[in-house]
């Protein structure tokens, strides 16, 4: 049996499949095998001839088979066959009342009522199609807003699985007929839309929600993370709303603290007890030349204000010791470790481990750099790969061994990139992961590893453990 690949507008007819088979030694057997099983689909590429419709494109192996032998192009198991619509059809013109009309009888209506049994029997999608403005006045309880404008766009993102059940609804249930006539049409199976729209729950006396609105200044700054249906208003609240402690203002702690105060993180605490130093601009991109002398804490707080003014930054131009660690990681919610010696690292560890709160682990050499996510009540912590430091022959400091400047901004960067998923709750952290970028190989390699049950600091059967 031949593979055929069915377009988006025509998976309702498929019962949402992406991929059929059918039988067939020529492209046109296979098509008509295809039609057969599914008649409704017949007259979306035949004609009343059994001829190909104008508008329908049929692809062999990504070649058009009128490069071949058009609808006799032999077929084998191994080929696959693409459908390519110019358009799926169409109906006469009509008035916008009767086009009403014939969506009220073709698309599924729920009543208020029926909502909370349905909620209560399946995972089902709920969808407030209307504007942003809408949206902000409450909505229901469980929904995910996307503006009917952009309606197709975003619903792959928003409810990948075509076989959900998706409530749509609107502030009088007319939109909302129109959004879910749009996704019968992408290939959703079940689409209802929500009888009366916003405006009858609300009669009736259900109840709604009130969503997070950001401040106008906040909306305009951070617009294109509202822009992104696993961020919007809600993740970017929760951004501000964090608190993260960067350990370390040099190459990595710079731009991973540019970029999450530019992303919206709202408070940053700073531990660095070094002065800024001539030799530390190659790479350390938060300080200037004339801030040469000056604590690195201080200098990070001018250019971090100077991007974001509505930051909360906290200061503590120390060194990191066991007598501070635990008064200093104090209401933090996760770390960022951009230390350069092993000393800091291991306390970091296990600190955060007696915490509760992640580590996000950075570390370069030379034209080499790492990252990785060690939680110690999700997957392994720091000690679990690195029980015990290296001699320092191995392992030299930045200052011995040299790096060259950009590595540190890439790991940097990716670093801010574990935060922002991890505080936004989306992706798949690097938690029993790293990755080791190579410079001049241009490559990243991914590493996997374990909780270590015998750990000293996490672990569950070691003698000495804290738990």
């Known amino acids: 049996m031949a593979r055929i690949l069915i377009p988006t507008p025509l998976r309702r007819f498929t019962d949402g499949r992406a991929e059929v088979a059918a039988d067939g030694i020529t492209a046109g057997a296979v098509l008509h095998d295809l039609v057969a099983e599914r008649p409704l689909l017949r007259d979306q590429l035949f004609d009343a001839d059994r001829r190909l419709r104008s508008f329908v494109n049929v692809f062999i192996n990504g070649d058009d088979i009128r490069l071949h032998d058009d609808l006799a ?128 729950w609300k009669d009736e006396g259900r109840r709604i929600v009130m969503p997070v609105v950001l401040a106008d200044a906040d909306r305009r700054r951070y617009l294109r993370h509202l822009a992104i249906p696993e961020v919007g208003e809600a993740g970017q609240q929760k951004l501000l709303d964090a608190r993260v402690l960067m350990i370390g203002a040099g190459g990595l702690g710079c731009p991973a603290a540019l970029y999450l105060a530019a992303a919206g993180v709202g408070k940053l605490g700073i531990v660095d007890n070094d002065f800024v130093d001539v030799s530390n601009l190659q790479r350390q991109i938060l300080h200037r030349d004339d801030r040469v002398g000056q604590l690195k804490t201080e200098s990070a707080r001018e250019t971090l204000l100077a991007l974001n003014p509505r930051l909360s930054i906290e200061l503590f131009s120390q060194r990191l010791t066991a007598d501070c660690v635990d008064t200093i990681f104090a209401g933090y919610d996760l770390i960022v470790d951009g230390s350069d010696n092993f000393t800091t690292r291991y306390l970091v560890n296990d600190a955060a481990v007696r915490r509760g709160v992640p580590v996000v682990h950075g570390s370069v050499y030379r034209f080499e750099g790492q990252v990785g996510v060690f939680w110690a009540a999700q997957g392994p912590c720091y000690r679990c790969l690195y029980p015990s430091a290296p001699p320092p022959d191995l392992a030299p400091s930045c200052a011995d061994g040299g790096v060259l400047g950009v590595v540190p901004g890439v790991i940097g960067v990716l670093q801010a990139t574990e935060v922002l998923k991890l505080l936004l709750q989306i992706g798949t952290p690097l938690l029993g992961r790293a990755l080791r970028y190579d410079a001049l190989d241009g490559t990243m390699r991914e590493l996997r590893f374990r909780k270590d049950p015998a750990c000293e600091v996490c672990g569950t059967v070691h003698p000495g453990s804290p738990r």
């Open 73 to 200: 192009t032999p077929v084998s198991a191994a080929d696959r066959l693409e459908i390519l619509p110019a358009i799926a059809g169409g109906e006469a013109v009509q008035s916008f009342t009767s086009w009403r009309a014939a969506l009220q009888r073709e698309i599924a209506a729920i009543a208020p009522s029926d909502v909370g049994d349905l909620v209560a029997s399946e995972a089902v999608a709920i969808l407030d199609v209307r504007t942003a403005q809408e949206w902000s006045d409450g909505h229901l309880v469980g929904a995910a807003h996307v503006d009917r404008g952009f309606l197709e766009q975003r619903i792959e993102a928003l409810v990948p699985d075509r076989n959900t059940p998706v409530i749509c609804y609107c502030q009088s249930g007319v939109r909302s007929l129109f959004a879910a006539q749009a996704l019968t049409i992408l290939g959703y199976a079940r689409v209802f839309s929500l009888s009366g729209g916003l405006q009858r």
